[in-house]
Structure formats: C-alpha cells, structure tokens
C-alpha cells in the first residue's frame, strides 16, 4: 500500500512559507507528495523559484492548472518530469500531463487534467482521460482535476470509479466536505482547499476582490499576508483501489 498526500494550491510566499516549514516535519509519514503549484508565485503561476522550493520540501511531483503559462520559466520547467501541466492542453503544446513514478517497488501514475466549464474550452477531458487509461503498467493512478463547477468534479469522479485510485479537484481553494470512497472504490474529494493565507479571499488580500465585486472596476490582486493554512488529502491506494481517504489540514501558530 502506498500512503500519498496530496495538497491543494500553494498561494504565493506564505503558501510556499508553510509547505516549506510542515511538510519535512511529516514527510516520513507519506511515501509519495504531490502538490498543486500553479499559484505557488505570486499567485500567478509558477517560477523556477517557486519550484525549487515545492520539490525541496519534499513534493515528488507538482500539478499546475489554468495559470500554467503566467511565467516564461514554466516552459523550462514543463521539461522535467516532475511538473506536470494539464494534459487535455492541444496537441503540440510543450510539457506533458502524465507521469507513471516508480515507489517502493510500485507504480503510482499522476494524471493532470482540466475541465471545460468557465474555464478555458480544452479537448474533453472525459474522452481524453478514457485514451490515457488504455496504456498498461500504470500502477495506481491519482488525478488532480483542476476545475471550476461541482458538477463537473462530481461527473468526473463517478466516471473514473473503479478506474483510477483517486481523484482530487482543484483550482476553487475552498476545501470541500464531500471526503469518500465511491462504490467502485476510487478515493474522492471535489476540492483539496488551498494552501495559504487563512483570512484572504483565496489566497488574496481582500480589498483587491472586494473591490472587483463592489466597483467593477479590474485591478491587480496582491497576496494576503498573515496566518497561513496548509490544506491536502491523504489517501493511501493498492492495486489502483484507494483504501482509506481524509482530509488534511495544518495551521500556522499565532
């Protein structure tokens, strides 16, 4: 059995600040960490910075999502194997969003997918995951779905029952309570949360959201500063079934 964390969006400095200082500190517990990086600078995709510091804490693998492209460094770092951008990007786009890791004599694969609604309008990841599974000698599979809709996750996850050994959402921030095994026995969560400051509106300050809501007027969204929380799921899988799920959640002292 392989015991993997997964934890959800880290939100610039304060979100790499608790990733850096926890997860050493409870790494031996898990044999394999993936994290989404993709706000991880400044809240705004990813930099070699960024990176270095995710896969120096401990990350064997790092996920991205709808901010992939928002630093020129990310198409260096989509070189490595251990980055992974959304796979349902068109053909021809640089990186790749799969990864089979060897673990302890086992297999775990990592898919990276993206859905369609409110988001960019990328091939289908329903259909597109379906081409993905056909190839053998995957192990256990984990998704991370960066998605917006819950009903997008939800349909996503019951597709992939008893296909896969788990699937975790992404993107929202918001840590959702829906934490379960479905019947066929793929580990389920709709939302991871995000991994970042506790009192913000998603990882930022508040007055620049409130601001877009109240006025209308765009403006630049800074990073909030404080308390951070690191929000994830743990899941421990066998045989491409997930034996156990729970959610995780750590927060910085006062």
Avoid at 28 to 55: C, H, M, P, R, W
Avoid at 58 to 67: E, K, P, S, V, Y
Avoid at 240 to 248: K, T
């Amino acid at each position: 059995m392989l015991r993997v964390l997964f934890v959800g969006d880290v939100y610039g400095k304060p979100g790499r600040r608790i990733f850096k200082n926890h997860l050493p500190t409870i790494r031996d517990q898990f044999d394999f960490v993936i994290v989404n990086g993709e706000n991880s600078a400044g809240g705004f995709g990813i930099n070699k910075e960024s990176a270095k510091t995710l896969l120096d804490a401990g990350a064997d693998c790092i996920t991205l999502g709808n901010h992939t492209w928002d630093n020129r460094e990310v198409y260096e770092l989509l070189q490595t194997n251990h980055i992974l951008r959304p796979f349902n990007y068109p053909l021809g786009t640089p990186g790749h969003g799969m990864h089979t890791f060897e673990v302890k004599g086992e297999r775990i694969t990592v898919i990276n997918a993206m859905g369609r609604v409110w988001l960019d309008p990328l091939d289908c990841p329903f259909t597109g995951t379906n081409t993905l599974l056909e190839r053998e000698d995957l192990g256990s599979i984990f998704v991370d779905f960066h998605a917006e809709a819950t009903s997008e996750k939800t349909a996503y996850g019951f597709f992939l029952d008893g296909r896969v050994a788990g699937v975790v959402g992404t993107h929202t921030h918001i840590p959702t309570a829906d934490t379960r095994i479905l019947p066929r026995g793929t580990g389920y969560q709709t939302d991871a949360g995000m991994t970042g400051v506790l009192n913000s509106v998603i990882g930022a300050a508040p007055d620049g959201p409130i601001s877009k809501f109240v006025d209308k007027i765009p403006v630049r969204w800074s990073t909030a500063e404080g308390r951070a929380q690191l929000n994830g799921v743990v899941l421990h899988v066998h045989n491409n079934q997930c034996q156990h799920i729970e959610r995780y959640q750590h927060t910085e002292e006062e």
